[in-house]
Each structure stands twice: as structure tokens, then as C-alpha cells.
């Protein structure tokens, strides 16, 4: 499974590493691993919710908002879209 640290998930979606750190520290996206090293690694997965972010930032939506929709347990990718 493909695994990306921070400037490479940064670089690939568009946005800032500082960006993904603030994800980080409110509980929006996670890192997939920490490494020994205290960097972050994000995996496809975390990618792929990233994408979901930046997409309803798009719409307008607030973090807080965001949070909510994905928090959800019966949230589905697929319907969301």
C-alpha cells in the first residue's frame, strides 16, 4: 500500500503542510502511522478522505461542518458524491 509523508500528500492534493498539520491537530484527517521519527504518513485511505475534505471546502462548508458529515456512521462515499 502506497504511503505519502506530509509534503508528498501536500504536494499531490494542492494544499500546504501546515494545512495537513492543522487537519491533524483537530481531528479531521489523521495519519495513517507515526513514525519513530514523530513524522506523519498518511496512507491511500487518508488520501482518499482528504480529497472528501477538499471537496466540501469547495461547497463552503465550515471544518466543523465537514467533521460532522464524517463522523457520520452511516456515512457513504459513493451516496455523498
Given at each position: 500500500m502506497q504511503t505519502y509523508t506530509v509534503k508528498q500528500l501536500a504536494d499531490l492534493a494542492g494544499v500546504s503542510r501546515r494545512t495537513l498539520h492543522h487537519y491533524d491537530e483537530i481531528g479531521l484527517l489523521k495519519p495513517s502511522?507515526?513514525?519513530r521519527n514523530?513524522?506523519?504518513y498518511y496512507d491511500e485511505g487518508a488520501a482518499l478522505q482528504?480529497?472528501?475534505i477538499l471537496f466540501y471546502r469547495e461547497l463552503g462548508l465550515s471544518l466543523s461542518e465537514?467533521?460532522?458529515i464524517l463522523r457520520q456512521?452511516?456515512?457513504d462515499?459513493?451516496?455523498a458524491l
Open positions: 502511522n507515526l513514525g514523530r513524522y506523519r482528504l480529497q472528501q465537514i467533521q460532522e456512521p452511516n456515512f462515499v459513493l451516496q
